[in-house]
C-alpha cells in the first residue's frame, strides 16, 4: 500500500461523524504527526458553540487557504462494520471520499513540497473543520474570519468527474410547525381541528413554489404528526429545504414561506416557521474562473485535463465566495455514493489531484494572485 493509500486507510478507520470530539481527536493527532514534520503546528481552534477545528500554515505574506472537512455523517461504530477496503483502482469506507481523501490530498501535497523543499514565498493555511456535514454552524465564523485575510481559497472536496467547482446553490432550512385542536374522530369530529389537512395544504402550496427556470427549488423532505387514526391531530410539523442560484432569490421565497404559513385553510389551526438561509449561494463570477483558469493551466502542464462544474450542493466554498474571495471546490479526488454504504474512491484520482495541488502551491507565488 502506497503513502496515499496508507494515511488515508488511517484516516477512514477513525470514527468521525459530526459531534464525536473523541474521532476528531483522533483524526487531529494523526495530522499533528505528519504536520510537524513539516514545521506546521495544529491549532485547536474552539468556536463559540464549542465545536473544535483544526489550523495549520507554513509561511508568511499572503495566504492562500485550503479547507477540508474532517467529520463525516456516519454514527460511531460504522467502522468496525464496514472497514476500509480496495478492489482494483477503487477504495470504500465511510468518509472515504467525503472529505477525508480531501484531507489526504492536501497532507500529501504539502509532504511533496517539503520533500522538495519547494515551499513558496507565501503563506499556506489549512483548516480542518470538524462540523461541515451539518452546516459548519460552529466553524463558519472562523472559516469566514480566515479566508477575509486569504488572496484565495481552495476547498478541497471531492471532485465531480475530473471537473472544478466554481459555482453552488445556496440552501435554507425550514421547520413549519401546525397546530390544531384534537378530537374523536367518530363521537365528536367536528370539534377538532386537522392539523395534518391544514399542513397538507401548505406542503401543495409550498412545493408550487418551485421554480426550474430561475433555478429555485423547495422540498418538504421530511413530515410527522397525529397520534391515531381515530383522534383528529392536533400537530403536524415539516422540514423544508429550499436551493437558490444567486443573492437575492431568498427574500421572495421567505416572503411566500410566511405568507402560506400564515394563511389556514382549516379553521382553528395556527402555524409558525423557523429557520433560513444556511450557506449562501456561490454563483458564477469572474474571480473564481480566474482561480479556476490558473488552476486548470497548472493542471494542464502536467497533462492532465480539468472541467468545470456547476453543483446544486453546499459546501464551506459557499461561505468563502460570498465574501468575494477568488474560490474553487471540488479540488479533491473524484467519488461518489456520498452519505451511504456505496461510498467510494477512484484511487488514480487521488495521485492525480495530490500532484495538481501540490504543483499550484508550488508555483502559488507566481501565480497573480493578489486579489
Known amino acids: 500500500m502506497d503513502n496515499n ?3 488515508l486507510a488511517e484516516l477512514v478507520k477513525v470514527d468521525s461523524g ?6 476528531m481527536l483522533g483524526i487531529a493527532r494523526i495530522l499533528s504527526g505528519r504536520l510537524q514534520k513539516m514545521q506546521m503546528a495544529l491549532q485547536a481552534m474552539e468556536a463559540a458553540d464549542g465545536s473544535v477545528h483544526f489550523f495549520a500554515s507554513r509561511g508568511k505574506g499572503n495566504r492562500v487557504l485550503l479547507i477540508a472537512h474532517i467529520d463525516t455523517v456516519f454514527a460511531k ?6 472497514g476500509f477496503d480496495i478492489e482494483g483502482d477503487t477504495a470504500r469506507g465511510p468518509g472515504v471520499s467525503d472529505c477525508k481523501s480531501g484531507v489526504v490530498t492536501i497532507i ?4 511533496h513540497l517539503n520533500s522538495l523543499d519547494a515551499w513558496p514565498d507565501w503563506e499556506i493555511g489549512c483548516l480542518f473543520n470538524s462540523d461541515e456535514e451539518i452546516g459548519s454552524p460552529g466553524s463558519r465564523p472562523i472559516i469566514e474570519k480566515l479566508a477575509n485575510e486569504s488572496q484565495a481559497v481552495l476547498v478541497v472536496e471531492p471532485a465531480e468527474g475530473e471537473n472544478i467547482t466554481i459555482s453552488r446553490k445556496g440552501i435554507g432550512r425550514f421547520d413549519l410547525q401546525v397546530f390544531g385542536k384534537a378530537a374523536h374522530s367518530g363521537s365528536n369530529y367536528q370539534d377538532g381541528h386537522n392539523a395534518i389537512l391544514e399542513l397538507a395544504h401548505k406542503i401543495i402550496a409550498i412545493q408550487e413554489l418551485t421554480d426550474f427556470d430561475a433555478g429555485i427549488t423547495l422540498n418538504v423532505g421530511v413530515v410527522g404528526g397525529g397520534l391515531r387514526p381515530n383522534i383528529v391531530p392536533d400537530y403536524a410539523e415539516a422540514e423544508i429545504d429550499l436551493r437558490i442560484i444567486e443573492a437575492g432569490q431568498e427574500e421572495k421565497a421567505l416572503a411566500d414561506l410566511n405568507r402560506i404559513t400564515a394563511s389556514n385553510k382549516v379553521n382553528g389551526v395556527a402555524a409558525k416557521i423557523s429557520g433560513g438561509i444556511t450557506r449562501p449561494p456561490m454563483p458564477f463570477c469572474e474571480r473564481n474562473d480566474a482561480l479556476y483558469r490558473k488552476y486548470r493551466d497548472v493542471a494542464l502542464s502536467m497533462g492532465f485535463q480539468v472541467g468545470v462544474h456547476s453543483s446544486g450542493g453546499g459546501s464551506d466554498a459557499n461561505f468563502t465566495a460570498a465574501l468575494g474571495i477568488p474560490t474553487i471546490d471540488g479540488v479533491g479526488p473524484v467519488g461518489g455514493g456520498h452519505h451511504s454504504e456505496a461510498e467510494y474512491l477512484s484511487i488514480p484520482s487521488l495521485q492525480n489531484r495530490i500532484m495538481i495541488l501540490g504543483e499550484f502551491l508550488k508555483h502559488i507565488d507566481t501565480l497573480d494572485l493578489v486579489r
Not at 459530526?18 to 474521532?23: F, H, V
Not at 500529501?108 to 509532504?111: H, K, M, Q, S
Open 5 to 7: 493509500l496508507e494515511l
Open 18 to 23: 459530526t459531534g464525536d470530539s473523541e474521532g
Open 77 to 82: 461504530g460504522t467502522v468496525a462494520k464496514r
Open 108 to 111: 500529501r501535497a504539502l509532504e
